[in-house]
């Protein structure tokens, strides 16, 4: 069988360049030697291309970047091609790329942005393509196609920099306080508050508006957050629902990395008819924003039992102990097994 060329994209031109760290150096350990060989491509913070060949430690601990193991890279937009020109001093080297898996979170890496270069190359991408990974970054636009299709969202409203103060807290009164003011496009809770009385608004709208040009002021959904891993295209396939349970405040970028007051709970401690009927609406919503490949859909879940969205993240994190990997585990599939077949579907 012939070994595969697959393009392993890491870092990004994002705030969530060191969460892309680890999730890439989950999946380059992971995957099957005996069919794939990994080809790793970092990009640095400033968003420069780079392909390494070093020892994959130096990713985790962000030591890649440098003359020995690096060289300048760009990927060939010619669709017949398939290939990575790496600029070595002695001169180009053309590396065939059998599929490409960008493991990028947030801007410049999980919006389309880099799915749209793949795709002009018509090199197999793994993962959602350009219109899916734009939309599911998007908040306000994911929230509305969603609740078009029939499914619950918070009331919010979007506001772009330089509206006036008074108008943001008007929208805050009206919709009550607790509240959340979040970048309409940004992942990893980076510039989410959780903000409890009037005083703290604007401190709120100001760190928001540090990752987007525009803030998303969201109502407070009762009860807890309720997760669902999703694999496939056409016939889908779930995980076993998780469920966060929070000591108090939110699930921020802390509690998501390091459980520091929180849990995560696969399955989620809920009965087997409401998990599938999580599965169910997590499955309506992958479909509505045209995923493919795979992605984690978030929703909450009220005192009464309804689910309300929250939000995809078509690049989850990928560490061996992320969520979507521990969902696909309690569901018997390996982190190994679940890393070939996202990339054979793309193949």
Known sequence: MKILNIMVIFGGCSSEYGVSLESA?????????DRYRPVMVGISKEGDWFYF??????????????EKDCAPAVLSPNRSEHKLLAMRKEGMEEICIDAAFPVLHGKNG????????????????????????????????????????GVRVPEAAVFRRG?????????????????????????SSYGVTKVWKEEELKDAVALAFQYDDQII??????????????????DLITGE????????????????????????????????????????TAKLIYRTLGCSGFAR????????GEIVFNEVNTIPGFTEHSRYPGMMKAAGYSFKEILEKIVDQAL
């Open 53 to 66: 060949d070093g020892d994959i430690e130096k990713i985790r601990n962000d030591t890649w970047l440098n």
């Open 25 to 33: 150096y989950g999946v380059i350990e992971a995957l099957n030697r």
């Open 163 to 187: 509206e006036a103060e008074e108008v943001i807290g008007e929208f805050a009164e009206r919709t009550g306080y607790p509240l959340y003011v979040k970048p309409v496009k940004a992942g």
């Open 297 to 304: 859909v978030d929703m909450f879940l009220t005192p009464e």
């Open 241 to 280: 629902v998780d469920e966060i349970e929070l000591s108090g405040g939110f699930f921020d970028f802390t509690e998501k990395y390091t459980l520091k007051t929180s849990a995560i709970h696969v399955p989620a401690r809920i009965s087997n008819q409401k998990a599938e009927e999580v599965k169910k």
């Open 110 to 149: 999980e919006d389309g942005t880099v799915q749209g270069l793949i795709e002009l190359s018509s090199i197999p991408l793994v993962g959602c393509g350009v219109l899916a990974s734009a939309l599911c970054m998007d908040k306000d636009r994911a929230h509305k196609l969603v609740q078009a299709a």
């Open 217 to 234: 002021v969201e109502e407070n959904i009762e009860g807890f957050e309720v997760g669902c891993a999703v694999l496939g295209k056409e």
